[in-house]
């Protein structure tokens, strides 16, 4: 079970993620995306959800039977090789239903002062 | 006057899922659970065989919104994961992907999504947002 107490709160992210064009150039080449000039709309949940799972195992949830809910991606401008990202991580609610753990954790990417993406994940621990 | 107009419906594209493009979606995005690589594994925590990220699955779909107007144009993107993808070895599973305009303003077009393998349908409440140029 999650620590109930970390319910509300954020995290902001100690370390920048460092895009380079070889992290696009790969995700690109990895989903079949033939324009490597900006980064795909679902990039940064290789950033997201690394620090999700991250914080939520340090806070006691089984990741091993994760299943991904929904996730939604607002992006205010595109990201491209030269961002530093920090990735501040808000625990939005967690509650059961029929004794599956759902969490919802919303993310927000900052190049500087500048927010550049934020994202939601619903993350479902199954029963 | 934009190329999009409200009820319009967007041609359909079809993309390939199997387990090379799993491992290689694993490795570029750092997602390793291997409920998404071996088969063993992921029929030991009650699953029919491999299923594909659901994010490998919402990229694809993300493919076809960036085949719009451009990846920099997508403003939003959102999606909720309602059946898994199962990948057989050996398999290429087809993902169909179309769209329907919902609506338009001067700048934006808000775009549903539709994502079926088969008769399947793998992502609900999908829609995106893109700036019209």
Redesign the interface.
Known sequence: MLNPDIVGRTFPGAVAFAVTQE?IT??C?????P?F??????YT??IT??ESEALLKESGLDW??V??????????R?IVAGDALICSSTIESARVVAGNEIVSVRSDLHNGDELVASSWSTLVVRA | MSRYAVGQELAPTT?VINRA?LI??A?????QNPIHQDEAFAKS?GLENVIA????T???A??Y??ALQ???A????????VKPVVVPADTDVELMVSGKVLEVTERTAKIEISAYCKDVKVLG?AK?VIALS
């Open positions: 992290s790969e995700f080449t990895a989903i079949g995306e324009n000039e900006v980064a795909p709309p679902t949940i290789k959800l690394t091993s039977r299943v991904h809910g929904d996730q939604k991606f607002e992006i205010h595109p | 993309y493009l290689g979606y490795n570029a995005s750092g997602d925590v990220h659901g994010m490998f919402m990229a694809l993300g493919r919104v960036s451009g990846s920099a997508v403003k939003e993107f959102s999606a909720r994961f409440m995106a």
